[in-house]
């Protein structure tokens, strides 16, 4: 007979955890390896083959965590666009003027373009994707550039933001944030942060209602 102690036994629940926990960060390493590979060879020249042997492993292993290349791209999209959602939600919880949420809004923007999963959302084309995935893409998008409206709308209103045309102010903040992700790079003389801090501002100055009072200076006698 066994004497031992059931509390002595190791948790049936550890080695599944472990694994699990190994499949993520291995599906991770993927991601992040075949990003990098997509923003250097473009993603049509970029091949699985690539992936796996910067990975060292082997092009049938990759197939324990994607089941294609148009599937990995997906997901590298994803998480572009998870980072950009996280910042409005987070604003969206939170008190301030239009203006101010603008600006949080596109300093969260411009540090998603400076990272490899958030040039994702401008330096590939959603026609790769399934149609199914496109679709997803197209709606994530869509609540991308409500955001910006919604906060311009909010700004005029509360009277942070002068009068303006809503649509064409969004259009021309988010083109010019969408270029980071094609011009910015890591060894750059300007880091990530310091990008998104001077766009969050030059790309609102003009927008900001000044509220200065004006001097009433005495006529002379």
Not at 77 to 92: F, H, S
Not at 116 to 123: I, Q
Not at 167 to 188: M, P
């Amino acid at each position: 007979m066994d004497a031992r102690h059931p509390s002595s036994d190791p948790s049936p629940w550890m080695p599944f955890a472990s694994r699990r926990r190994a499949r993520d960060e291995k599906r991770e390493a993927v991601l992040r390896t075949a990003v990098q590979l997509f923003l250097e060879q473009g993603y049509h020249r970029a091949t699985l083959n690539g992936v796996a042997e910067r990975l060292n492993i082997t092009k049938p292993a990759l197939y324990n965590y994607f089941r294609s290349k148009d599937e990995i791209l997906f997901e590298c999209w994803a998480l572009g666009q998870e980072r950009v959602e996280d910042c409005i939600a987070e604003i969206d919880a939170g008190n301030g003027t239009g203006l101010s949420k603008l600006r949080k809004l596109i300093q969260g923007y411009a540090l998603g373009m400076a990272s490899d999963f958030g040039a994702s959302l401008v330096r590939f084309n959603s026609h790769d994707l399934t149609e199914a995935n496109q679709k997803i893409a197209r709606a994530g998008k869509r609540r991308i550039d409500q955001a910006f409206r919604n906060y311009v709308s909010e700004g005029v209103k509360d009277g942070s933001i002068k009068p303006c045309d809503v649509k064409l102010t969004t259009f021309a903040i988010v083109g010019s944030l969408n270029w980071i992700g094609h011009w910015f790079k890591h060894d750059g003389a300007l880091s990530a942060e310091a990008i998104a801090s001077q766009f969050s501002v030059q790309l609102t100055d003009g927008l900001a209602k000044t509220r200065a009072a004006k001097k009433i200076t005495k006529k002379k006698a």
